[in-house]
């Protein structure tokens, strides 16, 4: 009898254990389906991201990025160098990565994402890049000088100057942050082609082979 009660006491802890086993093999399994759901959603072309390109291209490479960021600015060259040689072959996807340590960086994102309001947004893009090191790394955000680009960028000032502290314009940073946020992007500039992550390329040969290689397939 007392062998039995015994018995059944092991098999009830192996029931308990196997229980329990599965239960966190499904949550892993229900976590997994849940951050492909999040990355597979949050890579889809919205209609209020800054895209240059056209929607018949072959790849698509969404960038996540912080405009004050120097590695952010060593790749710019790469992606214009790639975006001039590939024409429509290659989809340019530009979103908000504004990282916390960056006292310019969401001031940044506000300036871009007004001057895009206008239809200008790769020209101020362009500037902000370009100019770099006229503005990072400084310990408070000018807004004079971002005003300066904008007028470069050639909009409308005094409508920028009402959208650049819009919750409007706020609110759509702060979205795509969050976005980068649950796609869990520990820094920029993070990379995704044909709507997977990418290591960050060594350089234009190695970005242009992935593109190669994506375009054979």
């Known amino acids: 009898m007392k062998n039995l009660k015994i018995i059944i006491g092991i098999f009830a802890l192996i029931v308990v254990v196997f229980l329990i086993a599965k239960g966190g093999y499904k949550k892993s399994e229900d976590t997994a389906e849940r951050a492909n759901i999040t990355q597979s959603s949050a890579l889809e072309i919205r209609a209020n991201d800054w895209v240059l390109g056209t929607s018949t291209a072959k790849v698509t490479i969404v960038e996540y990025l912080d405009f004050e960021c120097e590695a952010c600015g060593a790749y710019y060259p790469i992606i214009t160098k790639i975006k001039e040689e590939y024409k429509d072959d290659v989809r340019l996807v530009i979103r908000y990565f504004p990282l916390p340590g960056h006292k310019n960086s969401r001031t940044a994102a506000h300036a871009v994402e007004s001057a895009g309001k206008q239809g200008k947004f790769f020209e101020m ?9 006229e503005w990072g790394e400084q310990q408070m955000a000018n807004q004079d000088q971002f005003e300066k680009y904008a007028l470069e960028a050639g909009v409308n000032i005094e409508q920028w100057k009402k959208d650049v502290t819009s919750d409007e314009v706020k609110n759509r940073v702060e979205e795509s942050y969050k976005e980068a946020v649950s796609l869990n992007l520990q820094g920029t500039p993070s990379f995704f082609l044909n709507g ?17 290689d994506a375009l054979k397939n």
């Open 196 to 212: 997977k992550r990418i290591q960050n390329p060594q350089g234009y040969e190695a970005f242009k082979k992935l593109i190669e």
């Open 125 to 133: 893009y362009n500037i902000l890049f370009a100019k770099q090191s």
